[in-house]
Nanobody, 125 residues
Framework: QVQLVESGGGLVQAGGSLRLSCAAS????????MGWFRQAPGKEREFAASLYWSGTNSDYADSVKGRFAISKDNAKNTVYLQMNNLKPEDTAVYYC??????????????????WGQGTQVTVSS
């Protein structure tokens, strides 16, 4: 099993920045890919960013490309999502996720095996 704990959400004005953290513990050697997803009220959970556990092969949704950056601290088994130039439409609960397999798209939530509890990000206009 893998446990994921997110932190770093909060309230920020449009144009501001936040950094989310996701600390992984347990059988982390089984992780192949880490992902960040978000879910706004009344909407489906959507992909934001992903990164191989090795720290390579980052990927981003078009809506966040150029504003968000995913990274990993190997010593801390922690994945970060740096969010810059935030917009009101970025308001959502953000979840980190981990998957063991390599099949299927990393942008699809159903391919992930473990999820954190989520952290709220609210961007005011």
């Amino acid at each position: 099993q893998v446990q994921l704990v997110e932190s770093g959400g909060g309230l920020v004005q449009a144009g501001g920045s936040l950094r989310l953290s996701c600390a992984a513990s347990g059988l982390t050697f089984t992780i192949h890919t880490m992902g960040w997803f978000r879910q706004a009220p009344g909407k489906e959970r959507e992909f934001a960013a992903s990164l191989y556990w090795s720290g390579t092969n980052s990927d981003y949704a078009d809506s966040v490309k150029g504003r968000f950056a995913i990274s990993k601290d190997n010593a801390k088994n922690t994945v970060y999502l740096q969010m810059n130039n935030l917009k009101p439409e970025d308001t959502a609960v953000y979840y980190c996720a981990a998957r063991r397999g390599v099949g299927g798209s990393t942008t699809f939530p159903g391919t992930y095996d473990y999820w954190g509890q989520g952290t709220q990000v609210t961007v005011s206009s």
